[in-house]
Nanobody, 124 residues
């Protein structure tokens, strides 16, 4: 089992920044690829960002590319999502997830463990 706890969400004005953190406990964190997903009210959950076990490769949704950066610190068992130039449409609950797979990183069903989520609200 891997337990994931997100933090860092909040209310921010458009154009602002937030950094989300996801702390992992349980099994060896460095064995897992990590992803961030989000779900806005009335919408389906969508892929945001992905990072491989060692942090050497990342992937982003087109909607956040150039604004968001995913990173990880395996010594601290933590994955981060730096969000810059935030827009009202980024408003959602953000979830981190852990997976032993990498080929279908953009699909939520590929992930084995999920956090409880953290709310991000961007005001216009």
């Amino acid at each position: 089992q891997v337990q994931l706890v997100e933090s860092g969400g909040g209310l921010v004005q458009a154009g602002g920044s937030l950094r989300l953190s996801c702390a992992a406990s349980g099994r060896t964190f460095s064995n897992y690829n990590m992803g961030w997903f989000r779900q806005a009210p009335g919408k389906e959950r969508e892929f945001v960002a992905f990072i491989t076990r060692g942090g050497s490769s990342t992937r982003y949704a087109d909607s956040v590319k150039g604004r968001f950066t995913i990173s990880r610190d395996n010594a601290k068992n933590t994955v981060y999502l730096q969000m810059n130039s935030l827009k009202p449409e980024d408003t959602a609950v953000y979830y981190c997830a852990a997976s032993v797979r990498s080929g279908t990183y953009y699909i939520g069903a590929s992930y084995d463990y999920w956090g409880q989520g953290t709310q991000v609200t961007v005001s216009s």
